[in-house]
């Protein structure tokens, strides 16, 4: 057993290998090390600049949103499988709140509700159009970054929401 940490959430994953993507933030995995191998961006103490706290403020409160719907569609799933994948969605996505919350040194991240449909292939539909949002935003903040590990995280993040994006092709085929 090894310990594995990821450099964009700080958080730990104990087993034989690393896992394909980050089980708590959603980077992948070429953003986990072994656990001697890592100073994770959460961790560093670093000057962020007036645009990329714009960015983070707007990333949190994007991130706040998503957690809220995906919590609701969670409630509303009609397969037990498709209630506990909204409810990792929405674990996921706090945890990207929960980033932005460390690096700005905020309270932690209030939660609100969301509607959402009753229909799965809405939520599907209406997910696909939230990540979709997300990842063309991460990558033009990680453009606008003028530091190296803001870069990182809005690339990090602009594929994790990339991998919900693939996650949610496989549910409206």
């Given at each position: 057993m090894k310990t594995?940490?990821?450099q964009i959430c700080g958080d730990a994953y104990i087993g034989t290998e690393k896992p394909a993507d980050c089980p708590f933030c959603g980077a992948p995995r070429n953003?986990?090390?072994?656990?001697?191998e890592i100073n994770p961006i959460v961790a560093q103490k670093f000057e962020i600049g007036e645009?990329?706290?714009?960015?983070?403020?707007a990333t949190y409160d994007l991130e706040i949103r998503a957690s809220t719907i995906y919590t609701c569609m969670a409630g509303k799933g009609k397969t037990y499988e498709i209630q506990k994948m909204f409810k990792r969605l929405?674990?996921?996505?706090?945890?990207h709140a929960v980033i932005v919350t460390k690096l700005l040194n905020m309270p932690a991240p209030e939660i609100k509700t969301e509607t959402c449909s009753e229909e799965d292939i809405e939520n599907f539909q209406k997910t696909t159009e939230l990540e979709t949002h997300a990842t063309d935003l991460?990558?033009?903040f990680a453009k606008e970054a003028g530091e190296t590990n803001i870069r990182i995280l809005f690339t990090a993040l602009s594929q994790a929401e990339q991998g919900h994006i693939?996650?949610?092709?496989?549910?409206?085929q």
């Open positions: 594995y940490i990821c953003f986990i090390k072994e656990g001697k645009i990329s706290k714009k960015n983070l403020m929405a674990k996921i996505e706090l945890e991460y990558k033009q693939e996650l949610m092709k496989n549910y409206l």
